[in-house]
């Protein structure tokens, strides 16, 4: 029986198409948010040294890799969790960016969606095992544990520890990518969504959670990519946690200017069309 397939990207668009040689060239403008090291045969012999179980033949391992990114890039988000998967801790990074953000935007189901996060948080956790000085093997498991947390409601997470688990790997990513502008904003978010649900008091007392501390990471992620529709995108989801109506206009202005953004792939495409949404 045929696997089903994914829902398609719906925002085609040859820009997007980083075909040989443009991935290269592109990739510091792509990666700039995560910080992703561009996989070629060198970064990857690297890591098969540091772990010998994920493979062998690092050139054919980078050749896939950079066809992973290339297909997460252009928007086939299926295909690209598929070559993830299937390298293991070494894919585990574009394996869980596609389906994750697939999941956010084109998985309408709920259950469906929570589902998928659970997977993405088992992968997550093998990866982080696997390659422990890859600052995205954290960042991606704190990724797939806010993105869980999120589709089960913020209230159950903090119930089941999640929030620590959130902090820890971000805590992790920082420390070994200290312009990770990506897990900045999710920094960002983790004070707001905490002060939010709990409190001020509580989520300082309980989790170290505040509100100058989300307002100085998301405004931190801004500065270090202005161009990126989601680093506005949570600034005003942020914004909007702290403060609620007494800071709509400038919610408003972040979707605005993510809206504006021009998109470099399928992903940046993806938040741009939803904060037009949000805005029209």
Same mark, same amino acid.
């Given at each position: 029986?045929?696997?089903?397939?994914?829902?398609?990207?719906? /925002?085609k668009?040859?820009?997007?198409d980083?075909?040989?040689?443009?991935?290269?060239? @592109?990739w510091?403008?792509?990666?700039?948010?995560?910080? !992703?090291? %561009?996989?070629?045969?060198?970064?990857? #012999?690297?890591?098969? &040294? #540091?772990?010998?179980?994920?493979?062998?033949?690092?050139?054919?391992?980078?050749?896939?890799?950079?066809?992973?990114?290339r297909? +997460?890039?252009?928007?086939d +988000?299926?295909? @690209?969790? !598929?070559?993830?998967? #299937?390298?293991k801790?070494?894919?585990?990074?574009?394996?869980?960016?596609?389906?994750?953000? /697939?999941?956010?935007?084109?998985? !309408?189901?709920?259950d469906?969606?929570?589902?998928?996060?659970?997977?993405?948080?088992?992968l997550?956790?093998?990866?982080?095992?696997?390659?422990?000085?890859?600052?995205?093997?954290h960042?991606?498991? =704190?990724?797939?544990?806010?993105?869980l947390?999120?589709?089960?409601?913020?209230?159950?997470?903090?119930?089941?520890?999640?929030a620590?688990?959130?902090?820890?790997?971000?805590?992790?990513?920082? &420390?070994?990518?200290?312009? /990770? @502008?990506? @897990?900045?904003? =999710?920094?960002?978010? %983790? /004070?707001a969504?905490?002060?939010?649900?709990?409190?001020?008091?509580?989520?300082k007392?309980?989790?170290?959670?505040?509100a100058?501390?989300?307002?100085?990471?998301?405004?931190?992620?801004?500065?270090?990519?202005?161009?990126?529709?989601?680093?506005?995108?949570?600034?005003?989801n942020?914004?909007?946690?702290?403060?609620?109506?007494?800071?709509?206009?400038?919610v408003a202005?972040?979707?605005?200017?993510?809206?504006n953004?021009?998109?470099?792939?399928?992903?940046?495409?993806?938040?741009?069309?939803?904060?037009?949404e949000?805005?029209?």
């Amino acid at each position: 029986m045929a696997k089903k397939g994914w829902a398609a990207f719906p /925002h085609k668009d040859k820009a997007y198409d980083y075909a040989g040689d443009k991935l290269a060239k @592109a990739w510091p403008k792509l990666h700039a948010g995560d910080q !992703e090291p %561009y996989p070629d045969e060198k970064h990857v #012999a690297a890591l098969l &040294k #540091a772990n010998p179980k994920l493979g062998k033949d690092a050139a054919a391992i980078a050749a896939q890799l950079q066809e992973a990114w290339r297909d +997460f890039h252009r928007g086939d +988000f299926q295909q @690209a969790h !598929e070559t993830g998967v #299937a390298l293991k801790a070494i894919g585990a990074s574009v394996a869980i960016k596609a389906a994750g953000i /697939h999941a956010t935007y084109l998985v !309408e189901d709920d259950d469906a969606k929570t589902s998928r996060y659970e997977d993405l948080v088992r992968l997550a956790d093998e990866a982080a095992a696997a390659l422990p000085q890859l600052a995205n093997s954290h960042y991606r498991r =704190a990724f797939a544990i806010g993105r869980l947390s999120q589709s089960i409601s913020i209230a159950k997470a903090l119930a089941q520890g999640l929030a620590g688990k959130v902090r820890e790997s971000l805590d992790k990513t920082l &420390k070994l990518e200290p312009k /990770h @502008a990506e @897990a900045m904003t =999710a920094f960002g978010l %983790y /004070h707001a969504e905490i002060v939010n649900k709990v409190g001020g008091m509580l989520a300082k007392l309980t989790y170290g959670a505040n509100a100058a501390d989300a307002e100085k990471y998301l405004k931190a992620a801004l500065k270090l990519t202005p161009q990126s529709p989601i680093a506005w995108i949570e600034y005003g989801n942020g914004l909007m946690l702290l403060h609620g109506e007494k800071r709509e206009d400038d919610v408003a202005e972040a979707y605005d200017k993510a809206a504006n953004c021009k998109p470099l792939d399928a992903m940046e495409a993806l938040d741009a069309h939803w904060a037009r949404e949000q805005i029209e």
